[in-house]
């Protein structure tokens, strides 16, 4: 097959970058709107679903090898502290101990993403790592932890982020001269002047949105079991993507790439956290080496809510300035975000402002401030999810401020163009989501009289509806490769270097290469995370994954199919182009005659397999292609006790073709329900003048129960996108959480006629909003 | 989790030779163990000998009594609770205090008697602080992070009392049953549960040597209706930010007997004895309730994050009173 390299262009979560790839052979057309399909849209059980109910399934955390180890880490009870002596005698002395790593004999260990000591002997925040020990079973190395004997001489802290950025502040880190970033903050982003048109505006408003630091807090904690076998390491690694995994483990214990293998099977959730190996995963490989033994490493809850990144707190302060008729003329926003101690980025938060509405004059600013705390990590569609709750409660404050129905405003400023490049959208339905949406919950009778109180109004039951747009990447993009074999019993395997994070990778890829293959769903098997095949695919963040290996996938399934047809043509003494397979088995397309299954002439070629490869062409370029949807929510607040539940969400999603709708409504379902806890429950909580978090735990750090969710009502939209790739599908990983803090928020301020000015929506912020005099009508 | 020592008895009395033998102190029994694991595992409590008093069938019932009063065996699951017809007819309140505490699996395994043991959740106490409750001076609560902080003010310590089941018990003028080598004790809910002092820093006055056997309930308490209103954090699994047990008698149109007890707003549970006294004797009334639920929350001194319980406290006061009455309904 032709080789080529292409030049590219690949968004991940608000960055566009340019990558370079090889392509070998032609991707097959992309699937039509009319094309018939037996497999894909249908609703499909997800092929593992039995081994993950019965506890078959083996995550890394079961990962259970003879003789193997088990670590736990001893960790900063302080915000910033040195450690000035530390003595592992009597740790090393408890029974089932093997050893304890510390700055003092591991110093040296340095991980490459930091390009520091995995050691160091100055702590940045409480819960960074003092020392691992390493114990035959897990109750040993974590009662030796308490037995280390360590003196921290306390230093300065800061939590605060503008504390963190004024004048005399103390050093987050006393190696590191500056709180900030890098000299590349604050960062400006304009076009047009907005000072000016704030000026000459006919209605401005301020608002303002606080955001709380979210943690995680995926089922399966951040870590990996190691063993080698000489001089070559296998990590099991909960991870989003093996081979950036690989390539930092390889970096860490100075191998060759080709000298480690990571697998990583089944994956308890990772929402962006979980995108290399970790410090943890890192730390097995190390304590393996030293002594000789598999040695796992999995975070315990509280290690994990300390030390495994979040979503880090943000302050907005927005400025609008518009016409009477609703025309937008001037966004001004302002971010200060509080990335943690060793923060090397800061999230989009900016990113909605900067393109979701129709404007001529926007300014965004970014300040960034390292903390005593922990870092931050993408977490599921990073900043924008904060983003557009800032954004959509400005707008409905803009709104109020006007006298005009929100989502009338909302159209009225809608932006055909992407402003930033000044090019089209592939496509952009958030007009047929807006309509939509607003059917389903009922737009129009959000004022009842009726509706807004249940309970009459002496009652205590306030219900409000509220909405919030949705914009995302999503589009994926090569890299990604897939290799089809048929296999002459008739089943097929499908091998990509993806993973399944549990969103259902392994059930929508087995549907494409079924549906290509002209196979029943059963006799595709699909192997995936696992760096030893050596196909490649991108890690699984920034809704890549559908978009970027689907289409690998199929055109080795369509490819592999080509082969077989010959092969069957000249076995059976039949022109290819005639030959047409269904269920795996071959049939004369002009005569209609069955030929017999595969598997009849697959076994004839003396054990041969076929072998195809596939993988994910080129983006489409000077167009922007963008997932859009809205999500509307009902609520009703108890005024007499700040209590808010959310009775229903209506989510309207454009994510091109929807290959599997279960899958799909579970990624939706999951998305809100993360929202919602953003929303009204969760939130790291800090003990600012010690500098300690108080709620590493899943008791205390409160995230929505069964009880919490609403009705959810997931509106299929189906309609494939044929700009972004051959299946015309976009990803759906991200976009259900975008907007459902903002929709919350705007549907309890609707409620309590009154703007949100922070999250989380808990009872004790309800009370005191109620009990502020600041009404909106 | 230090290694201990773990052994089982089949009856009380086995017990508490079992526990005459530990070196006071170093001994625990252990129920459920909902409560006392996580103290184990985070090194709050560090016993050498653990008594497992769950084969103990007998302290396991309910048993209404002839003259109508009610007895719990200290063994008794919060679910056993739950799920009795017999508590849902006679004893709402009861049944009503623990449909929200915990979770369903925790309620399985959860007992009386270690519910009115279970320690402070302050979260000072529970994590990596010195805090005074531990034997330490400061009570960081008070100036920190005390969103979930008592608003009455009982002595050094700011932490509120977990228990939903406690509040229930003191509105219905329980007692505990108390057995240890001197033979047994009985003594009233409300002061089996204490403020920790100087001397002794825990929410309850028990001896090391000396078991909770069970729980009796006197009739004329029985003979009113009542119930328990529990605000939470989200919608299940959490402890109340604020609840209010509130049992009433009504005679003859006018109020003969009424307890309002709070969970969460002190040390231990909080009986609201000025709003009682309004009450009794008098017709109730929406007005009659807002005034005993304005006099409930006098002497309240919030701190700098919970003062959101004051009115809380004060509306789950006026529901409660006004729901055991069967007065409550939506447009209140
Ligand atoms: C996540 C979580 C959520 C919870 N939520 C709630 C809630 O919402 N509302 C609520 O009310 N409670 C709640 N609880 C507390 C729970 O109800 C208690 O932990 C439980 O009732 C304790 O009973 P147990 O049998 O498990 O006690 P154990 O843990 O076995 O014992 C607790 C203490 O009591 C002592 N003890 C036990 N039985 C006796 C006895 N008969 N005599 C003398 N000493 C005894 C033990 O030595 C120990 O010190 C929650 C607990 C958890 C873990």
Same mark, same amino acid.
């Given at each position: ?48 679903? @039995? ?108 939590? %605060?982020?503008? %504390? ?50 979210? =943690? ?7 870590? *990996? ?20 995994? @690989? ?78 008729? *609703? ?99 592939? @496509?952009?339905?958030? =007009? ?96 995936? !995370? ?61 005569? *209609? ?32 292609? @963008? ?105 759906? *990983? ?7 803090? !903002?929709?919350?928020?705007? %549907? ?30 | ?100 505490? $915990? ?6 395994? $959860? ?71 001197? +033979? ?36 004329? $308490? ?30 003859? +149109? ?49 701190? $700098? ?28």
């Amino acid at each position: 097959m032709p080789i080529r390299i292409v030049t590219t262009h690949l968004e991940f979560e608000g960055q566009v970058e340019e990558v370079r790839v090889v392509l070998e052979g032609e991707e097959p057309p992309a699937w039509g709107p009319d094309t018939p399909f037996q497999v894909v849209g249908k609703p499909t059980a997800r092929v593992d679903a @039995r081994e993950r109910v019965t506890g078959a399934a083996e995550y890394s955390y079961d990962v259970q090898l003879p003789g193997m180890l088990t670590a736990a880490g001893l960790r900063s009870p302080h915000p910033h502290a040195r450690i000035s002596r530390l003595d592992a005698s009597s740790a090393l002395a408890v029974p089932g101990v093997r050893a304890v790593y510390s700055h003092l004999n591991a110093g040296d260990f340095i991980n490459p993403s930091s390009g520091k000591p995995v050691f160091g002997n100055e702590l940045l925040y409480h819960g960074d790592l003092v020392a691992l020990v390493v114990a035959e079973t897990p109750e040993q190395a974590r009662e030796a932890t308490r037995a280390i004997d360590v003196a921290y001489e306390p230093l300065p802290f800061v939590t %605060a982020p503008d %504390a963190a950025l004024a004048a005399n502040a103390p050093m987050v880190n006393t190696a590191v001269p500056s709180n900030t970033i890098s000299d590349e903050y604050p960062q400006v982003y304009q076009r047009g002047d907005v000072e000016a048109a704030l000026a000459q505006a006919e209605v401005t408003i301020e608002t303002r949105m606080e955001t709380p630091a979210a =943690l995680h807090n995926s089922l399966e904690t951040h870590g *990996g079991a190691a063993s080698w076998d000489g001089s070559r390491l296998t990590v099991w690694s909960s991870t989003q993507g093996v081979f950036g995994a @690989r390539q930092q483990a390889a970096a860490a214990l100075g191998l060759p790439m080709t000298a480690v293998q990571v697998i990583t099977q089944y994956m308890g959730g990772g929402f962006g956290s979980k995108l290399g190996v970790h410090r943890s995963g890192l730390l097995a490989a190390y304590a393996s080496r030293q002594l000789g033994l598999p040695v796992k490493y999995m975070l315990d809850r509280t290690e994990e809510n300390l030390d495994a990144g979040n979503r880090p707190p943000s302050v907005q302060a927005y400025r609008l300035g518009a016409a009477k008729d *609703g025309t937008l003329a001037a966004l001004d926003l302002a971010v200060i975000h509080n990335v943690g101690a060793n923060g090397l980025w800061s999230s989009p938060v900016a990113l909605p402002a900067k393109e979701l509405y129709q404007c001529a004059n926007v300014r965004t600013t970014d300040r960034a401030a390292r903390t005593n705390l922990g870092t931050l990590a993408a977490f599921r569609a990073p900043g924008v999810v904060e983003g557009i709750a800032g954004l959509e409660v400005a707008i409905d404050a803009l709104a109020t401020e006007l006298g005009m129905d929100s989502l009338e405003l909302r159209r009225k400023n809608f932006a055909e163009r992407y402003q930033l490049l000044d090019r089209p959208y592939a @496509r952009k339905m958030l =007009l047929d989501c807006y309509r939509i949406g607003a059917e389903r919950i009922g737009w129009e009778t959000r004022d009842a009289e009726e509706r807004r109180y249940p309970g009459g109004r002496s009652g205590h039951l306030r219900r409000g509806i509220g909405m919030a747009s949705q914009l995302w990447g999503g589009d994926g993009g090569p890299p990604a490769q897939a290799i089809a074999k048929l296999l002459p019993d008739g089943t097929a395997v499908i091998i990509t270097g993806t993973q399944d994070i549990g969103t259902g990778t392994r059930t929508v890829l087995a549907q494409i290469a079924a549906e290509e293959l002209g196979y029943p769903l059963e006799r595709v098997r699909v192997e995936l !995370g696992e760096t030893a095949h050596g196909v490649f695919s991108p890690m699984s963040g920034g809704s890549m994954t559908l978009a970027s290996v689907g289409p690998a996938v199929r055109m080795a399934a369509v490819e592999a199919r080509k082969e077989l047809t010959e092969v069957i043509g000249q076995l059976a003494e039949a022109p290819a182009d005639a030959l047409d397979i269904r269920n795996a088995t071959v049939f004369n397309r002009e005569t *209609g005659a069955e030929m017999g299954g595969v598997s009849t002439y697959l076994e004839q070629l003396g054990g041969h397999e076929i072998t195809a490869k596939g993988m994910r062409g080129p983006n489409a370029e000077d167009v922007t292609v @963008r997932t859009f949807g809205a999500q509307f929510a009902e609520v009703e607040v108890d005024i007499g006790t700040g209590a808010v539940r959310v009775v229903r969400i209506v989510a309207v999603h454009d994510c091109g073709r929807i290959i599997n709708p279960l899958t799909y409504s579970s990624q939706i379902e999951g998305g809100i329900i993360q929202g919602l806890g953003f929303a009204l429950t969760e939130q790291r909580i800090v003990d600012e003048r010690l500098g300690m978090v108080m709620n590493p735990n899943l008791g205390d750090y409160k995230a929505p129960t069964i009880r919490d969710i609403p009705q959810i009502d997931i509106v299929l939209l189906n309609e494939p996108n044929v700009v972004a790739n051959t299946l015309g599908v976009l990803g759906a *990983g991200e976009p259900p959480i975008i907007p459902t803090p !903002g929709a919350i928020a705007n %549907a309890v301020g609707h409620a309590l006629g009154k703007t949100v000015t922070r999250l989380p929506l808990t009872p004790d912020r309800v009370l005191d909003m109620l009990s502020t005099t600041t009404e909106r009508s | 989790m230090r290694p201990f020592e773990h052994l089982t008895v089949q009856a009380a009395d086995e017990a508490i030779q079992a526990l005459a033998g530990g070196d006071g102190g170093n001994t625990r029994l252990i129920a459920g163990g909902t409560d006392l694991l996580p103290l184990l595992k985070d090194g709050l409590v560090n016993p050498g000998r653990l008594i497992d008093i769950k084969p103990a069938r007998a302290l396991r019932h309910l048993t209404f009594d002839a003259d109508g009063s009610l007895r719990i065996g200290a063994l008794t699951t919060l679910a056993e609770i739950e799920r009795s017809s017999q508590l849902a007819e006679r004893l709402p309140l009861l049944r009503q205090s623990v449909v929200d505490a $915990a979770t369903p699996q925790l309620r399985a395994m $959860a007992t009386v008697g270690g519910n009115l043991l279970q320690r402070s959740r302050c979260w000072y106490f529970r994590g990596p602080f010195d805090c005074w409750l531990k034997g330490g001076t400061v009570c960081y609560m008070r100036d920190g992070e005390n969103k979930y902080a008592a608003i009455f003010d009982q002595g050094p310590c700011r932490s509120a009392h977990p228990s939903d089941l406690a509040p229930a018990l003191v509105a219905l003028d329980a007692t505990v049953s108390i057995s240890g080598p001197a +033979g047994s004790r009985t003594t009233p809910v409300a002061e089996f549960l204490a403020p920790p002092t100087n001397d002794e820093r825990v929410e309850y006055r028990l001896r090391p040597d000396e078991m909770v056997t069970e729980i009796r309930i006197p009739a004329e $308490a029985i003979a009113g209706h009542g119930v328990y209103l529990k605000a939470m954090d989200r919608r299940a699994w959490a402890f109340a930010l604020v609840g209010a047990a509130a049992q009433v008698t009504i005679l003859d +149109g006018k109020v003969a007997r009424a307890r309002l007890v709070f969970s969460a707003v002190a040390n231990v549970p909080w009986r609201a004895t000025a709003a009682e006294a309004l009450l009794v004797g008098q017709t109730l009334t929406p007005d009659l309730a807002a005034q005993a639920a304005d006099a409930a929350i006098a002497g309240a001194s919030p701190l $700098a994050h919970n003062g959101y319980k004051v009115p809380l406290a004060r509306e789950l006061a006026r529901r409660a009173i006004l729901a055991a009455a069967n007065l409550w309904t939506e447009t209140n």
